[in-house]
T-cell receptor, first 113, second 116 residues
Framework: DVKVTQSSRYLVKRTGEKVFLECVQD?????MFWYRQDPGLGLRLIYF???????EKGDIPEGYSVSREKKERFSLILESASTNQTSMYLC????????????FGSGTRLTVV | AQKITQTQPGMFVQEKEAVTLDCTYD???????LFWYKQPSSGEMIFLIY??????QNATEGRYSLNFQKARKSANLVISASQLGDSAMYFC?????????????FGTGTRLTIIP
């Protein structure tokens, strides 16, 4: 069964900490995405990547960075976590040229205290 | 303007009844795709159904159908014979591609509760 795996289901971090959210897919997909989900706002795109070492800003990139050193892994980095980054984070992937079938991970619920 | 609008924050429906979840979208691109996803309390986004902008027929997947009205820019999800397991958040999303950059934009979601 194809999968997108997010390393942590729940995470609690302190303000100012550097936080890494990891996402791994086993489908050999080129495209990977990071979204955050907040009540009443739906899902909003933070960053995406079309290939290894390639990244593009989404709608709300401020306060975040990403890393894609290997095709299967896409990391979201909070350089200095703040309380307004408390949210559910969802990773997704899909294959190029296949315009449906985004596969999502189960999400990481991050709380910054 | 919102790209994807879901006007129903919550809905309560009796088990076995049909339910329609509303979704309107806004785009000037002739080529786009529309998705519906289900998100149960476990958090995972589950793909339900897809409609391409050039598809002539409304998409159907089992109990799910998409009522696509292109002129009205409407893509409502219809669930027939609802079940208790259908209780979840439902998101409408639109896929667009612009000079090789793709984007999947989500609505704010509808929380569906099925009543026994």
């Amino acid at each position: 069964d194809v999968k997108v795996t997010q390393s942590s289901r729940y995470l609690v971090k302190r303000t100012g900490e550097k936080v890494f959210l990891e996402c791994v897919q086993d489908m050999d997909h080129e495209n990977m995405f990071w979204y955050r989900q907040d009540p009443g706002l739906g899902l909003r795109l933070i960053y995406f990547s079309y290939d290894v070492k390639m990244k593009e800003k989404g709608d709300i990139p401020e306060g975040y960075s990403v890393s894609r050193e290997k095709k299967e892994r896409f990391s979201l980095i909070l350089e200095s976590a703040s309380t307004n980054q408390t949210s559910m984070y969802l990773c997704a992937s899909r294959s190029t040229g296949y315009n449906y079938g985004y596969t999502f991970g189960s999400g990481t619920r991050l709380t910054v205290v | 303007a919102q790209k994807i609008t879901q006007t129903q924050p919550g809905m309560f429906v009796q088990e076995k009844e049909a339910v329609t979840l509303d979704c309107t979208y806004d785009t000037s691109d002739p080529s786009y795709g529309l998705f519906w996803y289900k998100q149960p309390s476990s958090g995972e986004m589950i793909f339900l159904i897809y409609q391409g902008s050039y598809d002539q027929q409304n998409a159907t997947e089992g109990r799910y159908s998409l009522n696509f009205q292109k002129a009205r820019k409407s893509a409502n999800l219809v669930i027939s014979a609802s079940q208790l397991g259908d209780s979840a958040m439902y998101f409408c999303a639109m896929w667009e591609e612009d000079f090789g950059n793709e984007k999947l934009t989500f609505g704010t979601g509808t929380r569906l509760t099925i009543i026994p």
